[in-house]
């Protein structure tokens, strides 16, 4: 199938979060399994940076019109990698900046039409390059293609059969504007309705994509399930029930040639289930890269990388910080987003400097370091849809504690001593007594040095390469072209 990925991240080129690890490796799995499949992103700063000389424009100028204004868009070559085309979005006065949203985990005012345009661009520069079956879309920042190509694209002899799929990472985060954007994006008013985009009184991008893609996705069973409750819909719950039958939930793959403890290239040793002897010198150099290292081996360290917003649960941990100092555990911590969180972070390292330490930032290889460093790995989230650093976590031999949710529950199963069998430590009420106590039970199975291993090795057997969720999404796309047709 001819196939275009509309995103606005993909490694390598620009990644805040997980949506760009996806966007990054199902094309490439879609190629190997002889797809036809184009990628458009952004062209951000930080894209533009990785590009050697001068871009190379397949496409000059589009004319993208607003309200009262056109904008002159160019679409540049980003190159065939792994038999995946990649394409990007060239509006220097909208992409050109430091960020990719905004500062500090926020927004830009213009956003709404920072990620229009990038919608219209990547339709305008389809018919130019070439009209897919299938344009898969990836949350709100690209939600609008469905919507123009249903309203005001309807009509074009090249787009009628071009179906849509639309994969929701995070419904937590909606695209939400004030009710005049339907005008701005010159998108007629009675898509402005509560059937379609409207949701109390908001031009919602999201909404959009879930009324008008033909099939929807996301990236875990539970999540598929949870979101269509009002707990965990975020408003959305009943749009989505009513679209139950079109909604399938596909776990989100690794990708292995990147997160892989016997190739990884950011380690200091290498190890695999076979010959697990160089897990401890990474052991030794995360510590000392963290200043840590006078933490004794018989003390585990928990490793956290995140993104730090609400929706990772690090409330719940910021409860627990002066009780943990009491327990023999060392804890690592990498991340960036709300500035609240980021000094829960730096308060917790500053009160009890000599067993928790504390980056704040983005840091690639660093994360690879705490990945194969760490003895365990916590994800407290409030919600997870999907959840990568679990998966990364099993296959790097770092034990998983986590909260029974989205993903998470899907992927981690509770580690049985007495069974020897399980693959992490799970808890479920979103509380913080639950929470220690998941802790201390990881912390007693850790003196167990052969159950330890065990574990361990439980973990490194699971596999969630992209093979099985690649042929799940060949099959949604067949469903969505059946629709369209
Ligand atoms: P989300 O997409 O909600 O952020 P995921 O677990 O699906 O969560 O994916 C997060 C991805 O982003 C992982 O690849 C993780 O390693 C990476 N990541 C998050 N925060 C950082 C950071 N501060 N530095 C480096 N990588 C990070």
Known sequence: MRVVFAASECTPFAKTGGLADVVGALPRELAKLGHEVSVYIPFYSRVRKQIEGEPKYVIRSLTIPFRYYNRFVGVVDGGRHDNVQYYFIDAPELFDRRELYGPSGGEYTDNAERFALFCRAVIESAKLIGVPQVFHVHDWQAALIPVYLKTVYAADPLLRGAATVMTIHNAGYQGKFPPNTTEQLLLPWDVFTMDKLEMYDRFNFLKGGLVFSDMLTTVSRKYAEEIQ????????????????????????????????????????????????????????????????????????????ISRLATQKGFDIVAKITEELARRDVAIVALGAGDPSYENVFRNWAIRHASSVAVRIGYDEALSHKIEAGADMFLMPSRYEPSGLNQMYSLKYGTVPIVRATGGLDDTIEEWDAVAGKGTGFKFAGFDPNDLLAEIDRAIKAFGDKAGWTRLMLNGMARDYSWTLPAQQYVKVYEEAAQRRA
């Not at 408003?235 to 793959?253: E, F, P, S, T, Y």
């Not at 380690?267 to 006078?294: I, N, T, V, W």
């Open 229 to 304: 409750t009002p707990e965990f819909g975020e408003h959305l719950d009943g749009v989505l029930k009513r679209r139950a039958a079109d909604l399938r939930g596909i776990l989100n793959g690794v990708d292995y040639s990147l997160w892989n403890p016997a190739t990884d290239g950011n380690l200091a040793a290498h190890y695999s289930p076979e010959s697990l002897a160089g897990k401890k010198d990474c052991r030794a150099d995360l510590l000392h890269a963290f200043g840590l290292e006078e933490i004794a081996d018989a003390t585990p360290v928990i490793g956290i």
